[in-house]
Every structure is written in C-alpha cells, then in structure tokens.
Nanobody, 120 residues
Framework: QVQLVESGGGSVQPGGPLRLSCAAS????????MGWYRQAPGKQSEWVAT???????NYADSVKDRFTIFRDNAKNTAYLQMNSLKPEDTAVYYC??????????????WGQGTQVTVSS
C-alpha cells in the first residue's frame, strides 16, 4: 500500500536546471534504496541514479557530474537535481523505492512518472 507521487517535471531549455521530487507515503517499511529511471520514446528504460539506505550514491555515466540524488528523511521525499540539461535527457522519469522484506526478499514500488522535455 505504499505510494510514490512524483512532481517537478516540465519543459526547460538546454543548459537549464530542473528538480524532481518523489514523496513516499503508506505503511511502515524498511528502505533498501531509492532511485530514478527514465525512458525516452522508443527506447528501453535506463537507470539514472540510486541512493542506498546508508546514503551511498551511484550515477549513470551519462548524468554523472550533472545530476544529484538526495533525500529528506523527515519528509519521506527523494529528489533528483538536474543541471546542465541536454536534449538527450528528454524522457519520462520514474521514481523507484526498494524495500526490504523477510527472508532476504525485496520489493520495488514505482512512481507514476513525470515528463521532462529539454528543447530550444
């Protein structure tokens, strides 16, 4: 019964910034990691960034040094700060939440997706 609500998408010119938000709500759970994926039209889903429960971050090479993933635990919200945006960043961005389950299992929840369009 966990829900992820995304916001912050929109249209921006190349080189501009944009910040995406992902607010989690629902039952209590143990977080393994949160992350962001994106999917451009006609392409496969692409992993963008991850932050573990311990705060360790990882980025795809295509966004490293331009994007930053972080979270506000008090607000149960994760963010993706995107700077120096390029047209190839245009995609639907999805927030991912992985929770820990008993017996070494895990489960993934997904946000509804938010459109990011980078163009002149």
């Amino acid at each position: 019964q966990v829900q992820l609500v995304e916001s912050g998408g929109g249209s921006v010119q190349p080189g501009g910034p944009l910040r995406l938000s992902c607010a989690a709500s629902g039952s209590i759970f143990s977080i393994d990691a949160m992350g962001w994926y994106r999917q451009a039209p006609g392409k496969q889903s692409e992993w963008v960034a991850t932050i573990t429960s311990g705060g360790v971050t990882n980025y795809a090479d295509s966004v490293k040094d331009r994007f930053t993933i972080f979270r506000d635990n008090a607000k149960n919200t994760a963010y993706l700060q995107m700077n120096s945006l390029k047209p190839e960043d245009t995609a639907v961005y999805y927030c991912n939440l992985r929770i820990k389950l008993p017996f070494g299992k895990s489960y993934d929840y997904w946000g509804q997706g938010t459109q990011v369009t980078v163009s002149s």
